[in-house]
Every structure is written in C-alpha cells, then in structure tokens.
C-alpha cells in the first residue's frame, strides 16, 4: 500500500527556512507526479508546488520564488524547501502523490511567527 511519511516542519521566525520531507513507500516517486498542499484551520486545502515524473515543477504565486519542490529518486523522497517564511505560510502542509487517485500523507505542522 502506498504510504507518505511526512517530516520536518516546526516552529521558525518570519524569514527563516525550513525543509520539509516526504518520504514514499509503495509508490515510486521519479515515475509518479508528486505534489504539496497546505491547510489552514477554517480553510480549504491549497496547492503549493508540483512536481512531475518529467521533471517539471510548478507553484502556486505565494510562494514562487521562495519554495523549491525536488525529488531524490535514491531515497524516494520528495523535499520542500522553503525560504523567506511569512506568518502567512503557516498551515500544515500535506504530500501527494498521483497514480490513478491521489494519496495523501499525515501532514507535518509548519509555524512562522513573526
């Protein structure tokens, strides 16, 4: 069965960096595309980045330019990091993966204060 262990979120001052990690088994992520959401309490879960089997990576305006999606095929991992945090990026943040239907991990807590 498909499992998404995700991991290294926590509390960090407006401005730092975070890397958060998802860690797949039962599904390979070079060959699947691979995705981050986010959710707020009291809102709906929101897009954040992307990442395709090709290669191909895709953000949400809020953060480009300040979060990177990658992928270590060896470790079957997929990373995200995030620099310049704002109060506004706190949220859990969730990883996704797409074979047929989506999989989604536990989610990991990520607070910026500011």
């Known amino acids: 069965q498909v499992q998404l262990v995700e991991s290294g979120g926590g509390l960090v001052q407006a401005g730092g960096s975070l890397r958060l990690s998802c860690a797949a088994s039962?599904?390979?992520?070079?060959?699947?595309?691979m995705r981050w959401h986010r959710q707020t309490p009291g809102k709906q879960r929101e897009f954040v980045a992307a990442?395709?089997?090709?290669?191909?990576?895709n953000y949400a305006d809020s953060v480009k330019g300040r979060f990177t999606i990658s992928r270590d095929n060896a470790k079957n991992t997929v990373y995200l990091q995030m620099n310049s945090l704002k109060p506004e990026d706190t949220a859990v943040y969730y990883c996704?993966?797409?074979?047929?239907?989506?999989?989604w991990g536990q989610g990991t807590q990520v607070t910026v204060s500011s």
């Open positions: 039962g599904i390979i992520v070079s060959i699947n595309d």
């Open positions: 990442i395709t089997s090709g290669g191909s990576t």
């Open positions: 996704v993966a797409n074979n047929w239907r989506d999989y």
